[in-house]
């Protein structure tokens, strides 16, 4: 009895895997090679069954559930020949107009069945996918502390609402701190990466009096991550920022990511700061990465940005001027909030867009 247990419940677990989109079962794989032998056994071995050949009809649908294009060629042409290999008799007319239209209506509906039941799971997949990403990278508030913020996130990969960069802000005992960066790789294959790396800024953002630790804390998460996963070699960019309690200045530190472009009276500069090594290469021991405090003025934006914007080249290989472009807009579109839109509308019209795109805005009172 137990055994019989057993099998049923593999043979549930395999069917549900197939609704989910994994390989069909067994049964149905071998489904359409089994037509094809029963009809060729029994009309070879006598001519009274010609009238079962409208059970070929079924193999071709049957195998687009199983098999890729060519197996589905292949045992289509089987078909072909079977039905008109002299020995088979069924190049002969029978009485089986009525019976194909029956069979064919009746194979229609159990494909209908199964691919029903597979979209309703993929849609309920995916609901479960975008929450999870959701809760990986929360959309930003309007406002952390006295920091107003405002977030842009396109993922590379399709389908994805989470890739291989990452940003977040912050308010903890040291101030409001944000931290935006890009991990190696792309698409569903870096999440987990982002997953260590924003676990890590979440708690020191809380526990480390200083950017210097912080950004130490992060590089020892990923350092640890890396050891689990031979020939794992992962490293992310990231720049800090950490605004003083009334707003008026800001330090930055970045571990090879691009600084963070300062906006000011309808002028627009990168900020000067050393970079340092990128995170997962190992910052103790190293010489830490060297800060700078900057002073803000009311009304001073701070803008941040990936690669995936830096980097952006059009077809004759020229890259999108983002330091003149955003001060371009600043005057046109003084609103801080309206920037990521204004610079991600530029920027699919630039050119076309293979990187994950992040952008953050920060705007002191």
């Not at 990969?157 to 190696?184: H, I, K, S």
């Not at 190293?286 to 980097?311: C, H, I, Q, R, Y």
């Not at 005057?331 to 952008?359: I, K, Q, S, Y």
Request: glycine content about 10%; proline content about 8%.
């Amino acid at each position: 009895m137990r055994s019989q247990r057993g099998r049923a419940s593999r043979r549930h677990e395999e069917d549900r895997g197939w609704l989910r989109g994994a390989p069909p079962p067994g049964w149905v794989r071998v489904l359409p090679v089994l037509l094809l032998v029963g009809v060729a056994g029994a009309t070879t071995a006598t001519p009274d069954a010609r009238d079962i050949g409208f059970v070929l009809g079924a193999i071709p649908p049957l195998a687009v559930l199983s098999y890729g294009p060519l197996a589905t060629g292949v045992l289509g042409l089987l078909v072909v020949i079977l039905l008109n290999l002299p020995a088979a008799h069924l190049n002969r007319p029978g009485n089986t107009d009525l019976l194909t239209i029956l069979f064919v209506a009746a194979l229609s509906v159990f494909v209908s069945y199964v691919r029903s039941h597979r979209d309703a799971q993929l849609v309920a997949e995916r609901s479960i996918a975008e929450a999870v990403q959701r809760a990986v990278l929360p959309p930003l508030p309007d406002r952390v502390g006295r920091i107003g913020c405002v977030g842009l996130y396109r993922a590379a990969q399709d389908g994805t609402l989470v890739g291989g960069d990452f940003f977040d802000v912050r308010e903890g005992p040291y101030g409001v701190r944000a931290v935006m960066g890009d991990v190696q790789g792309h698409g569903l294959a870096a999440v987990g990466t982002v997953v260590s790396l924003l676990g890590a800024f979440r708690e020191a953002a809380l526990d480390q009096p200083d950017l210097e630790s912080v950004a130490a804390r992060m590089d020892r998460r990923l350092a640890t991550d890396s050891t689990r996963v031979r020939y794992a070699e992962l490293f992310a960019t990231a720049v800090l920022l950490e605004f003083s309690a009334d707003a008026g200045a800001v330090r930055v530190v970045t571990c090879g990511h691009p600084a963070p472009v300062l906006l000011r009276e309808g002028r627009a500069r990168e900020v000067a700061v050393t970079p340092g090594v990128p995170l997962g290469v190992g910052l103790v021991g190293a010489d830490p990465p060297k800060g700078v405090t900057l002073s803000l003025d009311p009304g001073d934006v701070l803008f941040l940005a990936s690669d995936g914007v830096w980097e952006a080249r059009d077809a004759d290989d020229a890259f999108y001027p983002l330091t003149e472009r955003l001060a371009a807009l600043s005057g046109t579109a003084p609103d801080p909030a309206a920037l990521p839109r204004e610079v991600w509308a530029e920027l699919v019209r630039h050119c076309d867009v293979r990187d994950d795109v992040t952008m953050l805005v920060l705007s002191p009172p």
